[in-house]
C-alpha cells in the first residue's frame, strides 16, 4: 500500500471520508463505512480494517466482536480525494446481519427516506429551502416577507435574534437559549442567500479557523 505520490484525501464536515470495502477475489462491495484520519492510519499499520462510528462517536475495528475481520490487500483514493476503495478478504460475513455483504435489499421506485438530522445536515437542508423560498416567494411565507422587505430588515432581524440569544445566556434563561440560537442561525441564512453566498462559504471560514 504504497504511491509514488502522497494523495489528498477530503474530509466533510465531521472530519470524515467514506469508505468502500470490496471483496479482493470476487469484487463484491461488501460494505460502506466512515474513516477518520485515525482510523484510516491504524487500517494502514494494521492491515485490517478500523471504522470511524459516527453513533458512538469512536474507533470501530471490524470484527473485534464478530470475528469477522477485513484484511487489506490494496486501498486506494478516488480522483476527487473523497472516498476511499479498500480491497479485503474477509474472515465472516460483512454485514452486521450475518450476510455476506450490506448489498442485498433491492431498490425500491419510490424508497422511503430518512433525511440526516446532523447539525451540518439541518442547515444545509434549511438554507436548499431558503433558496427555494427566494427563488419562487410563495405568498404565505416568513422566509418571502423578509426577501420583499429588503436587506435592511434582514440584516436588522439577524442583530435582534443575536441580542436576544446574548440576553438569555447573560440571565441564565437557558431553556430558551437553543430557540433563541436557531432563530440566529435561521435569519443568518437568509442573510447569506440575500448577499448571493452559500452555507459552504460560511464552512469554509469554520474550516480555515480549525485549523488555526
Known amino acids: 500500500m504504497t504511491a509514488s505520490e502522497t494523495p489528498t484525501v477530503k474530509l466533510d464536515g465531521q472530519g470524515l471520508v467514506t469508505a468502500i470495502c470490496q471483496d479482493a477475489a470476487t469484487g463484491k462491495v461488501l460494505m460502506v463505512a466512515n474513516m477518520s484520519p485515525e482510523s484510516i492510519a491504524r487500517t494502514l499499520e494494521t492491515g485490517e480494517m478500523v471504522f470511524y462510528s459516527r453513533s458512538r462517536q469512536e474507533l470501530w475495528h471490524k470484527g473485534e466482536t464478530s470475528g469477522s ?53 439541518v442547515l444545509s437542508e434549511l438554507f436548499h429551502l431558503i433558496r427555494q423560498r427566494q427563488a419562487e416567494r410563495p405568498e404565505g411565507s416568513y422566509t418571502t416577507s423578509l426577501f420583499e422587505q429588503g436587506t435592511s430588515r434582514i440584516a436588522q432581524k439577524v442583530a435582534e435574534e443575536g441580542s436576544e440569544l446574548a440576553l438569555a445566556a447573560a440571565t441564565k434563561d437557558l431553556a430558551n437559549v437553543p430557540g433563541e440560537a436557531a432563530d440566529l442561525f435561521y435569519h443568518a441564512l437568509v442573510l447569506l442567500a440575500d448577499a448571493g453566498l452559500t452555507d459552504e462559504d460560511v464552512w469554509a471560514e469554520l474550516r480555515k479557523r480549525r485549523e488555526g
Open 69 to 121: 475481520f477485513l484484511h487489506v490487500e490494496s486501498a486506494q483514493v478516488d480522483c476527487d480525494g473523497d472516498v476511499l476503495l479498500f480491497q479485503v478478504h474477509a474472515d465472516g460475513p460483512a454485514c452486521h446481519t450475518g450476510a455476506e455483504t450490506c448489498f442485498f435489499t433491492p431498490l425500491a421506485t419510490t424508497p422511503d427516506y430518512d433525511r440526516g438530522e446532523g447539525g451540518p445536515a
